[in-house]
Nanobody, 124 residues
């Protein structure tokens, strides 16, 4: 069982930045591919970014490319999402997720473990 805890959400004006963190309880954190998803009110959960266990591979949704960067520190069992140039349409609850198997990283149902989410609100 892996427990994930997100932090770093909050309120920011458009154009601002936030850094989210996802702390994992897994002893073998480096063996998990990690993902970020978000869900706005009335919408489905959507893929934001993912990072492989070794950080060799990173993947982004087109809507955040060039603005968001995901990274991880396996010595701290923590993943990060640096969000710059935030837009009102980025407003959502942001979740981190973990999976060991290789597969469709953009699909929420592929992931085995989820955090409780952290709210990000971007005002215009």
């Amino acid at each position: 069982q892996v427990q994930l805890v997100e932090s770093g959400g909050g309120w920011v004006q458009a154009g601002g930045s936030l850094r989210l963190s996802c702390a994992a309880s897994a002893r073998t954190f480096s063996t998990y591919t990690m993902g970020w998803f978000r869900q706005a009110p009335g919408k489905e959960r959507e893929f934001v970014a993912a990072i492989s266990g070794s950080s060799a591979g990173t993947y982004y949704a087109d809507s955040v490319k060039g603005r968001f960067t995901t990274s991880r520190d396996n010595t701290k069992n923590t993943m990060y999402l640096q969000m710059n140039s935030l837009k009102p349409e980025d407003t959502a609850v942001y979740y981190c997720a973990a999976v060991r198997a290789v597969g469709p990283l953009t699909t929420p149902t592929w992931y085995d473990y989820w955090g409780q989410g952290t709210q990000v609100t971007v005002s215009s």
